[in-house]
């Protein structure tokens, strides 16, 4: 089955811009898609098709996917964005099941 | 307003079953893909099953066997029964919309979740 995976933290300071990597075998070719989650908290949808944005969601949040890496770039960061973030896939060639990776803890200095 | 409530978790012995539900409003289950995502303890995301709209259903491997996902169209609401359970299936299980696109499924709306503890 397909695998993706993330670093377990990234650490940025009040401001500035920090990066949250998501890395799987080519995954460049397919769709990802971006999830924040807040302590007891649902998911929320934050990214789909690599780097679009649902409405609601600040445009400091972007994505992009290329080769066998996407990122998640958070712009001008605040306090708030301190949080889970977990990419994700679908993989409609084996069996029709969805990937996610292991998640981000960020942590706002 | 669109919304999923989820229900029916709660503490299970290893080996026993349980059913929750997840009752939509806002909009049509059986015109959706519908998920369901779990999070034990301290843990990731992982992704255990989809009914689409067409009623085709797929399971995470991990519980292939045991869980069989269902709606029904005149409640609008999805289920998940999940037979021998075992302690490892001890998370929070939230249902989710999933989103159809070009080879993939995204999901846009999600419910709070409903806990389920397997042990003696």
């Known amino acids: 089955s397909y695998v993706l995976t993330q670093p377990p933290s990234v650490s940025v300071a009040p401001g500035k811009t920090a990066r949250i990597t998501c890395g799987g075998n080519?995954?460049?070719?397919?769709?990802v898609h971006w999830y924040q989650q807040k302590p007891g908290q649902a998911p929320v949808l934050l990214i789909y098709y690599d780097s679009d944005r649902p409405s609601g969601i600040p445009e400091r949040f972007s994505g992009s996917n290329s080769g066998n890496t996407a990122t998640l770039t958070i712009s001008r960061v605040e306090a708030g964005d301190e949080a889970d973030y977990y990419c994700?896939?679908?993989?409609?060639?084996?069996?029709?099941?969805?990937?996610f990776g292991g998640g981000t803890k960020l942590t706002v200095l | 307003e669109v919304q999923l409530v989820e229900s029916g978790g709660g503490l299970v012995q290893p080996g026993g079953s349980l059913r929750l539900s997840c009752a939509a409003s806002g909009f049509t289950v059986s015109s959706n893909y519908m998920t369901w995502v779990r999070q034990a303890p301290g843990k990731g995301l992982e992704w255990v099953s989809v009914?689409?709209?067409?009623?085709?259903?797929y399971y995470a491997d991990s519980v292939k066997g045991r869980f069989t996902v269902s709606r029904d169209n005149s409640k609008n609401t999805l289920y998940l029964q999940m037979n021998s359970l075992r302690a490892e299936d001890t998370a929070v299980y939230h249902c989710a919309r999933g989103v159809k696109g070009s080879g993939t499924v995204y999901m846009d709306v999600w419910g709070k979740g409903t806990t389920v503890t397997v042990s003696s």
């Open positions: 080519n995954i460049g070719s397919k769709s």
């Open positions: 994700q896939v679908w993989d409609s060639t084996s069996d029709h099941q969805g990937v």
């Open positions: 009914i689409y709209s067409g009623g085709g259903t």
